[in-house]
């Protein structure tokens, strides 16, 4: 079974750019999340959607990013416009019928300069 | 908010057997975590135990919970080279499927 794929894996911009990430769930997952992990700290929360429904977005920087997933399988992360604070890895993940397993992607690590 | 704190780091000989802690502040948690996450790699799912067990164990990983104390920790039974890495401790509430990690522990291997 192929795992959570994420691309790309390495992004740089200059601050005020907009960048996008792309999932793509374990299939048949239903529900999927995205985490920030800044450097030398724990993934943190920052969407999740139920099929193609958010869940809960309390913690998504509202004023500059954004995040869809229209048909209830992949989803994209976009950030508009990035600051210096925003580098971090991005870590996408999907869980299935057994909803408290959360497996993860490997991740898209983003420098702002 | 829910808060969940690990030692940021832990140095051990091959062979012998890590105990990595944990504590965490919410009395409605669910489920408990351990995740591995190697350079560059995504979060590798360790194991996790569900907050009414207080003993789980699997292979060479065995996961302890203290419910009163809030307290979790993960051993590795004849620690590896193949075992450096950082592991997260994570805990999902009652109300949400979102997960709350700690920073992470570098559990590093001394030959």
């Known amino acids: 079974e192929a795992g959570v794929a994420q691309s790309p894996r390495y992004k740089i911009i200059e601050k005020r750019q907009s960048v996008a990430f792309w999932c793509n769930p374990i299939?048949?997952?239903?529900?999927l999340y995205w985490y920030q992990q800044i450097l030398g700290q724990g993934p943190k929360l920052l969407i999740q959607?139920?099929?193609?429904?958010?869940?809960?977005d309390s913690q998504l920087p509202k004023d500059r990013f954004s995040a869809e997933r229209l048909k209830g399988v992949d989803s994209t992360l976009k950030i508009q416009p990035a600051k210096l604070e925003d580098s971090a890895v991005y870590l996408c993940?999907?869980?299935?019928?057994?909803?408290?397993?959360?497996?993860f992607g490997p991740g898209t690590r983003l420098t702002v300069l | 908010g829910e808060d969940v704190e690990q030692s940021l780091f832990l140095s051990v000989r091959e062979g012998d057997s890590s105990v990595i802690n944990c504590t965490y502040t919410?009395?409605?948690?669910?489920?408990l975590y351990w995740y591995k996450q190697e350079p560059g790699a995504g979060l590798q799912l360790l194991t996790y135990?569900?907050?009414?067990?207080d003993m789980k164990q699997d292979q060479r990983l065995t996961v302890l919970l203290n419910k009163k104390d809030k307290h979790l920790s993960l051993r590795i039974a004849d620690t590896q080279t193949g075992d450096s890495a950082i592991y997260f401790c994570?805990?999902?509430?009652?109300?949400?499927?979102?997960?709350?990690f700690g920073k992470g522990t570098h559990l590093i291997i001394q030959p």
């Open positions: 993940a999907s869980s299935g019928v057994v909803s408290h397993e959360q497996f």
């Open positions: 299939s048949g997952h239903a529900t």
């Open positions: 959607f139920q099929n193609n429904g958010v869940v809960d």
């Open positions: 919410d009395s409605s948690s669910t489920y």
């Open positions: 135990i569900f907050s009414n067990m």
């Open positions: 994570a805990e999902k509430g009652g109300g949400a499927d979102g997960l709350t």
